[in-house]
């Protein structure tokens, strides 16, 4: 039922309809906060509740839907903090929260979901480091887009390990010390945007980062 007009608050009854596979709600203009019955869909694979007028904050009990690959909740006026208990989604792949007003650091057990393929958390009000092996506890991930945050001071050590990647975006945070990666490992990667941070290259040296890219023949943006 995307891309239509609902605007209305999002019907509690739903948690009524116990083998539901997927909601697929984005781009309405549905008001209120997530009903916190769905926790009760033991059989829910999908969640898109996207481009809508919500508010409130992420219920911890999403993270009682142990088979959950998808949650998108990105530009739905959402707040507050990541739950620490969506560390418990063992099968969680797309993980979407951008474009809302979500703060407080990270939970570290995202970094644990080795399932986890797009993390995407962009233009919201995060702040902290990321951890520097990040890349080594999440193998399968392919897309870290945390663009807009308030991010600082990574050495992302792990980045060469993750060879699966295709699309790093950190723009727009106080990142440093990046140009040190040797990234010519990651053979699929196609877009890095590294932009308004606080990158610094002091002596010829360090713009070997740019002979590191000539093996990532698959790259169109830098």
């Known amino acids: 039922m995307s891309f239509n007009s609902l605007d209305e608050e999002n019907p509690a009854s739903l948690s009524n309809c116990s083998t539901l596979r997927k909601i697929v709600l984005n781009n309405n203009a549905l008001v209120?906060?997530?009903?916190?019955?769905?926790?009760?869909?033991?059989?829910?694979?999908?969640?898109?509740?996207?481009?809508?007028?919500?508010?409130?904050?992420?219920?911890?009990?999403?993270?009682?839907?142990?088979?959950?690959?998808?949650?998108?909740?990105?530009?739905?006026?959402?707040?507050?903090?990541?739950?620490?208990?969506?560390?418990?989604?063992?099968?969680?792949?797309?993980?979407?929260?951008?474009?809302?007003?979500?703060?407080?650091?990270?939970?570290?057990?995202?970094?644990?979901?080795?399932?986890?393929?797009?993390?995407?958390?962009?233009?919201?009000?995060?702040?902290?480091?990321?951890?520097?092996?990040?890349?080594?506890?999440?193998?399968?991930?392919?897309?870290?887009?945390?663009?807009?945050?308030?991010?600082?001071?990574?050495?992302?050590?792990?980045?060469?390990?993750a060879s699966k990647f295709v699309e790093l975006d950190l723009k727009g945070n106080g990142f440093s010390d990046m140009m040190s990666l040797n990234l010519d490992n990651l053979k699929n990667l196609y877009w890095i945007n590294l932009s308004r941070n606080r990158l610094e290259v002091n002596q010829a040296k360090g713009w070997d980062f740019l002979a590191f890219l000539t093996n990532c023949t698959n790259l169109e943006t830098l």
């Open 32 to 161: 209120g906060m997530i009903p916190e019955e769905l926790d009760s869909f033991s059989n829910l694979l999908s969640i898109n509740f996207g481009e809508n007028d919500l508010f409130g904050t992420i219920s911890a009990s999403f993270g009682n839907m142990s088979s959950l690959t998808k949650l998108l909740l990105y530009n739905a006026r959402l707040e507050g903090r990541i739950p620490d208990s969506l560390g418990k989604l063992k099968s969680l792949k797309t993980f979407q929260v951008s474009m809302n007003k979500l703060s407080g650091e990270i939970p570290s057990s995202l970094y644990n979901l080795s399932s986890l393929q797009y993390f995407v958390a962009g233009d919201n009000h995060l702040p902290g480091t990321l951890p520097s092996n990040m890349f080594n506890t999440l193998p399968s991930l392919r897309m870290l887009l945390l663009f807009g945050n308030n991010f600082t001071r990574p050495i992302l050590i792990s980045l060469p390990n």
